[in-house]
């Protein structure tokens, strides 16, 4: 998958799992999108982990977790990476800064940022 793709691919998708290694500087989410009957998995790796933000002004649980809007962002030089912020139901925000991103156990390659919402 290149990175045009990327947050068409993955906009509306639910998050089924998260883990963090902060000895690795790793964090990898499996995500689920089923659309008009067809599911796809993914698997989504940040390597080189920068920074990692989530705010949620409501700490009452959800039955899942879905992304409603994504914006990923190639930062140039010297701190060569990617940007990616993930709205979470319209109210909640996950924010990676990483230098490398993997998808499917393929590294995303550089084709243009991104941007897309769910209507």
Request: some cysteine.
């Amino acid at each position: 998958m290149d990175s045009s793709s990327f947050c068409q691919s993955l906009c509306e998708a639910r998050i089924l799992g998260l883990a963090l290694d902060l000895g690795q500087k790793r964090l990898s989410m499996s995500l689920e999108r089923n659309e008009a009957g067809v599911v796809q998995l993914f698997a989504i790796e940040a390597r080189g982990l920068r920074a990692l933000e989530y705010s949620d002004p409501d700490a009452a649980p959800w039955d899942h977790v879905e992304l409603t809007e994504i914006t990923l962002q190639h930062l140039p030089a010297p701190e060569e990476g990617w940007h990616l912020s993930a709205n979470l139901w319209d109210v909640s925000e996950l924010s990676v800064e990483c230098e490398a991103l993997w998808i499917d156990g393929v590294l995303l390659q550089y084709t243009g940022d991104c941007h897309h919402g769910a209507p």
